[in-house]
């Protein structure tokens, strides 16, 4: 069942589960003093009016769950449209609410807000500390993070010590950002002081648009938690309440050198924003979460488990006719996601059985979730499960400790269960090493001979292991922890990385193989498998001359082998939780089907990310070339050429560029 609206159709009753739909509501801000008014955009009731600028004689009208115009004040939005949603954390549920819209729209206005007009993060603080008057045992958190020039950076901690942080998805394909402080809070005014200095450490800028400009995205994650003694449950809602830079004209922001990037990375992650929108309304397999950092974070709030509510804002006036008719259109799109709400309650552990202390597992698992719960047990069913994290909780419905043994242990295991409930003090480490022996003894028991080699030799050479056939690695493979597995295909991949550089094509191809077997699912990885099988089966391919000779006959066939190795490793990292490649749709390859041979040529070019190479092509001097390279290392490779855009080339040069290009396929 789809219900639509809000959070008051939400059933108290026993299902975990409901389907929602993402709620929008519109805000159209005042006239700034120094703005000439008009009546080009107007509010009725639920609805958006504008002019069409077009047809002046007609309007456009669009309808969301609610509309506010400029008269509409912060507490009127709040009580009526964020209060209900938000206070489903204490029904144990995750809730989002973002704000989009054009730079200067009043996003950070509504989120923010200011000292005489609190915004709706105040006032949800606000509330929460009012629960807790009724709730003693309430226990408040807070994180604040910013995506800037798609890098995550956590706000609470001092700007200089800042470094950028990874984000990950935990076995129960929770996303979460790795090592994010958080802060306990008791009071509204201690809430108040870190607020206030973390606002100040958020970057932004001033442009034609607004004086102070939000030049990254911000997310503000609360959670709270409580036992239900009764239930004997520790049950934990979370709300996400977040401010999106806004999307901008560089034309009229007036943008210079120093904006364009922050407006690059701006634009790009509101673009794929809109991809992800438009995937889910059509149903697609693949939706494109990972092409920019704050999708990704953003997962659980479209097409998740998160009540999610878009706040769309609008300035007022013909100026911005583009700029609010793209917005309410994307508006529209966005009612029709579907999010699928979830209580996020943890059963009380069994008395017969200790819990190993959190600090002893690794790092990201010592990490909070600020974007979702990580060790809820009511989220569907558990797709794999790493060995450290059953252990952080062993609630039956997680899947015990026991169980996960079970399947990889024969029934005299080295490893006994209340052996390792006992030891507190178990590290990762230990487990992998503990895990490694389990496998050689059931590797030895599958081989019942020597030629099987061990994971261990594995690791250290991978080539060592050419005996053993694609069928047996895969029968090896199956019985690691995704975990191992990603360990596995990186040494592969490492390993085939240098023997590629020293031109040794035919070796580097047998590890990457090999390591397609941990990762099957990685389809940069097949993508360069299928690229050297290319080099190396053409017939002129001079196998027995020096490695020079290889070399430049490898690079004289820029094809898939050239991708930056990293994308590889990172896709092996990301493939240990990771099913949505598995789906039918694949967005780049579709993208790739519709280059043209001299896209595809330049495309090539580019993605190999050497300066030197990707400056012999026509129309690329020193500085566009700098410029290509500096985004491919820190993008990886492209799609299409068309995608330069973001590295700040316009429509125009790259179009000289492709034309200018053509005689890479005559020749
Ligand atoms: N509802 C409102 N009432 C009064 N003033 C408003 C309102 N909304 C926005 N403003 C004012 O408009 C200006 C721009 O608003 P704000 O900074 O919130 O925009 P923004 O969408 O966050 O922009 P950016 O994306 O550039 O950060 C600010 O001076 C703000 O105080």
């Known amino acids: 069942m789809v219900l639509h609206g809000g959070p008051k159709r939400l059933s108290n009753g026993t299902e975990k589960t409901k389907e929602y739909k993402v709620r929008v509501v519109c805000r159209v801000r005042p006239f700034l003093p120094h703005e000439e008014s008009d009546e080009s955009v107007t509010v009725e009731e639920n609805s958006v009016v504008i002019v069409n600028q077009r047809n002046k004689s007609e309007n456009l009208k669009y309808s969301f769950d609610s509309c506010y115009g400029p008269e509409g004040k912060q507490r009127s939005i709040f009580d009526k449209d964020v209060k209900p949603l938000v206070q489903n954390i204490f029904k144990g549920l995750n809730t989002t609410v973002f704000c989009y819209g054009v730079t200067g729209a009043g996003k950070t206005h509504t989120i923010q807000g200011s000292d005489k007009e609190p915004g709706i993060i105040p006032r949800t603080l606000q509330l929460v500390f009012k629960e ?56 509204y005014d201690q809430f108040e002081k870190i607020y206030a200095t973390a606002c100040k450490s958020r970057s932004t800028a001033s442009t034609k648009l607004n004086l102070a400009s939000s ?11 409580w036992r239900d003694e009764e239930k004997q449950k520790t049950i934990t809602g979370k709300a996400h309440l977040i401010d999106l830079a806004g999307s901008e004209d560089n034309r009229r922001t007036g943008n ?25 309304n059509a149903g697609a397999t693949r939706i494109p979460y990972r092409d920019s950092k704050m999708t990704r974070i953003l997962q659980d709030s479209l097409g998740g488990r998160s009540l999610a509510m878009m706040i769309v804002n609008v300035a007022p006036g013909q100026k911005f006719y583009l700029e609010t008719h793209n917005t309410l259109n994307f508006a529209t799109k966005s009612k029709e996601i579907v999010n699928k709400a979830t209580v996020n309650e943890v059963t009380d552990q069994p008395k017969f059985v200790k819990p190993v202390a959190l600090p002893s597992l690794g790092k990201a698992q010592r990490v909070v979730a600020p974007i979702s719960h990580v060790s809820t047990t009511a989220n569907g069913p558990i797709k794999r499960q790493r060995l450290s994290d059953t252990l952080s909780d062993p609630t039956p419905a997680s899947g015990s400790f026991k169980k996960v043994a079970k399947a990889i242990c024969p029934s005299n295991s080295v490893i006994k269960t209340t052996e390792i409930a006992k030891n507190k003090k178990i ?76 031109g040794e094509l035919e070796s580097a191809l047998r590890c990457f193989e090999k390591a397609a077997v941990f990762v099957p699912n990685n389809d940069k990885l097949r993508k360069r498998i299928s690229g050297i099988q290319t080099i190396v089966s053409d017939p002129d391919y001079p196998r027995s001359t020096s490695t020079t000779t290889r070399r430049i006959f490898e690079s004289s066939k820029l094809v898939n082998s050239t991708l930056p190795m990293d994308e590889d490793i990172k896709d092996a990292d990301e493939d240990k939780n ?4 598995d ?85």
């Open 578 to 581: 990771d099913d949505d490649d």
């Open 215 to 225: 030049r990254s995205h911000a997310i503000l994650s609360l959670q709270v938690q």
């Open 583 to 667: 789906g039918d749709y694949d967005y780049e390859g579709e993208v790739q089907k519709k280059l043209t041979n001299v896209e595809k040529e330049i495309l090539a070019i580019v993605n190999s990310g050497k300066l030197r190479l990707i400056k012999t092509l026509k129309e690329v001097g020193e500085k566009r070339a700098r410029q290509i390279v500096d985004y491919v290392k820190s993008k990886g490779p492209i799609v299409s050429p068309k995608e330069l855009i973001y590295a700040g080339l316009s429509e125009n040069i790259l179009a000289k560029i492709v034309k200018g290009n053509s005689n890479l396929i005559e020749n």
């Open 256 to 280: 210079g050198k120093d904006r364009m990037a922050e407006s690059a990375a701006i634009n790009k992650s509101l673009f794929v924003l809109g991809q992800v929108v438009e995937a889910l």
């Open 427 to 502: 590290t990762d480490q230990d487990l992998e090493q503990k895990v490694q022996k389990i496998l050689e003894q059931k590797m030895k028991e599958l081989s019942g001979t020597s030629q099987f080699s061990s994971t261990a030799q594995l690791k250290k050479n991978p080539q060592a292991n050419s005996t053993i056939g694609n069928s047996e690695a895969m029968e090896i493979a199956d019985l690691l922890t995704p975990c191992t597995k990603t360990k596995n295909a990186k040494a592969y991949i490492m390993r085939g990385k240098s023997l590629q550089q020293q």
């Open 132 to 187: 807790k008057k009724k709730r003693p045992g309430l226990d408040i958190k807070i994180s604040y993070m910013e995506i800037y020039k798609e890098n995550v950076y956590d706000l609470l901690v001092p700007r200089e010590s800042n470094v950028g942080l990874s984000i990950r998805e935990d076995s129960n394909r929770n996303i979460f950002v790795a090592n994010l402080s958080e802060k306990t809070l008791t009071s």
